[in-house]
């Protein structure tokens, strides 16, 4: 299932915006770092539509997302994809985990729950008399996750006691997030991954599942989130406001100092692309185009 990922030359990223609604300021702090890494590698940037959780979407919303893109001048490789497309591939990734017994269904409903920390476990070796499967979560063997993050450094978490066995398939009968993920980059082909640091705790959880489905895990750098002046992350479920195109150097431009450069004096995107480009490329020791 997963693409070879091999050598550095071949560098394959990705923007994966889910389409809820349309990019706000913080959603393009992420999309700005992974084109702009893809860039200066002479490598790759794809755009996946995380269209997964059913209930969140808003029609149109991948469309304009597009737009919103277009506008800035990023321009994506490749026809995009849509998670709603692919479930095929989650199936056949969640058969294959099944086949092995490392998922087992879960009876537990969320008040039955902690309300924070791991899993206890409670379904792992059977169903409850009388209970019947409404998650599915994947067994999560032990011992520490340890990774190098490009941006925060070196990381690591003991998910087995940190967050227990997680869930692959949700009651509701969608495919978890995590699960989705990990299938995708590893059937793109991806060989890094630049997203927001909301994400970061994700990451051992995903290193773990991708072991389990013999899928190399990308490299990880996970950039600074953009907050409201109450300290909040901006995000469509705080109600951040869509990404003022009217002004779009002031748009790029905001993104850009939120990532710890100088503000870009350009006329139009294409400038200030190529200026960015070579700024991220002396940042990180690479070659711009």
Known sequence: ???????????????????????????????????????????????????????????????????????????????????????????????????????????????????????????????PPGRSARAWRLRVPPGIERFQDRWHGPQEQDVAAETGDFIVKRADGLWAYQLVVVVDDGEQGITHIVRGADLLDSTARQRVLARQLGISYPQVMHVPLLRDETGRKLSKQNHAAAMDLSQPMNTLNRAWEALGFEAVDAADPPSFWQTAQRQWAARYGLQAH
Do not use: K
């Not at 029609?59 to 490749?78: C, E, H, N, S, V």
């Open 1 to 127: 299932m997963p693409h070879s990922q091999g050598s550095e030359s071949r560098y394959r990223g990705r923007f994966a915006p889910s389409p809820s609604g349309p990019l706000h300021n913080g959603s393009l702090l992420a999309a700005m770092a992974s084109f702009l890494d893809a860039r200066v590698h002479h490598g790759e940037w794809l755009l996946r539509i995380e269209d997964i959780d059913t209930p969140r979407v808003v029609p149109g919303a991948d469309r304009f997302i597009m737009q919103q893109l277009t506008a800035l001048g990023m321009q994506w490789d490749g026809p995009p994809v849509w998670q709603s497309q692919r479930l095929g591939l989650y199936q056949n990734a969640f058969d294959a985990l099944a086949a092995q017994d490392r998922v087992y269904g879960c009876a537990c409903t969320r008040q039955e729950l902690p309300p924070e920390g791991a899993y206890p476990g409670t379904c792992r070796h059977g169903l």
